[in-house]
């Protein structure tokens, strides 16, 4: 990798691997709008699957496809990144949460469409906590997604109830949408 790669805005540099998991969550976003591609985990450590993916991105864009993250490469990545996250900015938020029965909360056994979505958020804000390892995206509310909800819910000063209730969907919502615009902590 670069050690001149900057945060995109070309103001503060990066180390390794903050460079090494920004282009992985930039491909990673890439990849769910279709471009072909891998889905990269976001770890921080430039590895075969991230070279492949950045290797595909660079076809994709008509670059040499030489699996190095050069600035042409950096800078064809971040401005598509942008592109799709500006689209996104103009998009209504994220509705998936019941609004009926009154007070509802997602708990240990369900099995929901719901769940899927929320096992996928805790997925994706896995690199910003650095503590769900152990979630899979299976659709059912076990004790790994209760745990790492209980482990939101204490980070974010949320009542530690291991239950989904609205407050807490609606915190992993805006906390998914600043990661994806890469105004996170």
Request: negative net charge; aromatic residues 10%.
């Amino acid at each position: 990798m670069n050690q001149d790669i900057t945060n995109g805005t070309g103001t503060q540099p990066l180390n390794e691997e903050q460079a090494i998991t920004n282009l992985q969550r930039y491909l990673r976003r890439l990849s769910y709008e279709g471009l072909e591609g891998n889905r990269v985990p976001i770890d921080g450590i430039f590895d075969r699957d991230t070279r492949d993916a950045l290797t595909q991105f660079q076809r994709n864009m008509g670059l040499p496809a030489t699996g190095v993250a050069d600035k042409r490469t950096w800078d064809s990545l971040f401005a598509e990144y942008q592109r799709v996250t500006d689209k996104e900015r103009n998009l209504r938020g994220l509705y998936l949460f019941p609004q009926t029965p009154v007070d509802y909360e997602v708990t240990l056994g369900d099995t929901l469409l719901l769940v899927n979505v929320i096992q996928l958020l805790l997925l994706e804000l896995r690199a910003t906590y650095d503590i769900f390892e152990d979630i899979i995206e299976s659709g059912t509310y076990d004790p790994q997604t209760e745990k790492a909800i209980r482990d939101f819910q204490r980070i974010n000063l949320l009542p530690e109830t291991g239950r989904v209730d609205e407050a807490t969907w609606n915190r992993i919502v805006r906390e998914y949408s600043n990661l994806d615009r890469g105004d996170n902590f």
